[in-house]
Structure formats: C-alpha cells, structure tokens
C-alpha cells in the first residue's frame, strides 16, 4: 500500500470515527430531551391537589403576583408547607392552572375580563379539572373566594368528573345571594368600570338565580364533598346603610350562607380583601393567619 493510499484511508477512518462520535453525540442528546418530556409532572393518587380560585377584580389582574392567595398569609404557600399539591386558578388572560409541582393546565385560546360571563369562567375551571383529574382516583379540595366562589359553583353544578374525589369545598365570602356593592355601581352607571361580571352579582340578576337553582347539580355531582361557608362580620359603618344584618364590607353574611352548608365559620372584623385600601380597622381574610389555619384543620378533616 502506497503512502497516498496509507493517508487516504486514514482520513477516511478519522472521518468514520468523527462521525460515529457525533452521531452518538446527537442520539445522547435525544435520549435526554425524551427522558426530560417524560419528567413532566403527572397527576398522582397518593397526593392531594388543592385549588385556589380567586375572586373578581376589574383591573382584570392577571399573573400569580395579582392573586389574592399569594399576598398577606400567602395561603398558597403555607398550603404547600403542609404537604398538599396546590393550583392558583387564574381567569383574566389565559386562563390557567398552575401547581405548586409544575403540573399545569391553559386554555390560550380563552382571554377574560371583567365583562367575562361568569359561567364562561366555571367552563374553563370544569374543563381545566376534567383534563387534569378525569380517571385518575385522586383526591381534590377547592378554596374559592368571592365570585370564584359563583364560577367554581357553575363548574361543579355543570361537570361530574369520574375519577376526581372532590374532600372538600370552602366558599370564602361568595355572594350566592348577590351584593348591594354591585347594585350601587350599576345603578350609578358604572359597569364601564365594575364590567359584566358585577352585573351579574347584582341580587335577583338572572344569572345567580340559575345558579341558586341547580345547586343541587353540585352536590349530586359530589355526594361525599363536605361544603364549607367562611364569612367575615367586619360591618362597617356603611353596612347599616347597605346591607341588612353582619357583613364584611361587600358580602353580607345573609348572602355568603344562603345555599346552606355542612359547616360554617365566621371570622371576627375581618372584611374582604378588596377594602385593604379603605379602612381603618380590621383585617381581611389574606391578612388573618386564623383563616390559613382553619383552612388547614378543615382539610385534614377537622372542622
């Protein structure tokens, strides 16, 4: 073998092992990117998912840094502290569902304001559980908050999820029976403002009136779910005005337990947390560790 062909052929092995390198190189880099979309998280029965559902804000805040549950107590992350898989519900936007654990749930194809139906945002919620839970025997526990409170209602009254084992349910300051607050800002022309979404809370609005009577949907749907009403007797001043009987600034407590409940608690001078701004005493519920607490003692099956 001459020396051109001695060079030639080396080259050619060079170039035979460079290659087989690089192959490998391009097949290890495969293998990782598969095994890193298999480690994406999956719903498992030995945890428990819990989801927060926050209430109506016309600024439509959208974002984990706008929702009520991460300020104050921060009861998303004493929620997590104690063990529980925890979901912020957000609806103005995308809407989405995102666990404490990278589990995520998005509709991008929905985008909500103050002027969404609220039983659009009980759409997205229903379908948001029925792709995460659907078939899979775990358990679920739901804090819903103000007008969440009405669209996690609609979810529940709407979809009976096979599979999803739903413990528990607490309605934080919802107005099942609607709230003067409402009446006044679109009495007084302010829907450009508050949006449709406050109409819809005005007491004897056609809509918490088909809620109010498909209650029993939700607990057909969920025959073992312990219902559990939290409200706030903060009554301020302009309570005796607006609202007759206890009241936590916004929702009386008339309105928050008028669908009937297993258990109820009520928090002393605390208000809804939309009023931070305004008064001058009192506390409202992110602010009072009392409700973290019970929130936690009511999942673990202490009420």
């Known amino acids: 073998m001459n020396k051109r062909t001695i060079l030639l052929a ?19 880099n495969v293998v990782q990117k598969d095994t890193s979309r298999m480690a994406i998280p999956e719903v498992s029965s030995g945890q428990t998912y819990v989801l927060l559902v926050h209430g109506y804000n016309f ?7 706008g929702n009520c549950f991460v300020t104050g107590n921060d009861m998303y992350q004493n929620l997590v502290n104690h063990g529980y898989v925890v979901g912020l519900v957000n609806y103005y936007g995308a809407f989405s569902i995102k666990f404490s654990n990278g589990l ?10 103050s002027n969404t139906p609220i039983q659009t945002v009980g759409q997205e919620i229903g379908n948001g559980m029925t792709s995460l839970f659907a078939g899979k025997n775990v358990n679920v526990d ?9 669209a996690t209602l609609y979810a529940l009254e709407n979809y009976n999820i096979p599979g999803m084992h739903l413990q528990n349910v607490i309605f934080l300051a919802t107005p ?18 508050s949006g449709y979404q406050s109409t819809q809370m005005e007491q004897g609005s056609s809509f918490l009136n088909s809620l109010d009577s498909s209650a029993g949907s939700a607990v057909a ?6 219902w559990i009403v939290y409200d ?27 669908l009937g409940y297993n258990y109820l608690f009520t928090f002393n001078d605390l208000h809804t947390a939309s009023l931070d701004s305004f008064t001058w005493s009192g506390v ?12 936690v003692n009511n999942f673990g099956g202490s009420y």
């Open 176 to 193: 099942f029976d609607g709230s003067p607050m409402a009446s006044i800002a679109n009495c007084l022309g302010l829907t450009f403002v």
């Open 59 to 65: 600024g439509n805040f959208n974002g984990n840094n």
């Open 221 to 226: 749907n969920n025959p073992s779910t312990t």
């Open 284 to 295: 409202s519920y992110f602010q009072d560790q009392s409700v973290v607490n019970e929130v």
């Open 10 to 28: 080396s080259a050619v092995t060079v170039l035979m092992i460079c290659g087989f390198g690089l192959t490998a190189f391009s097949t290890s």
């Open 104 to 113: 995520t749930y998005c509709d991008s194809s929905y985008y909500g304001t």
């Open 142 to 150: 739901i804090v819903a908050y103000s007008m969440g409170g009405l």
């Open 232 to 258: 706030g007797n903060y009554n301020p001043w302009w309570g005796y005005v607006f609202f007759s009987g206890s009241n936590d600034g916004v929702v009386s407590d008339h309105s928050a337990t008028y």
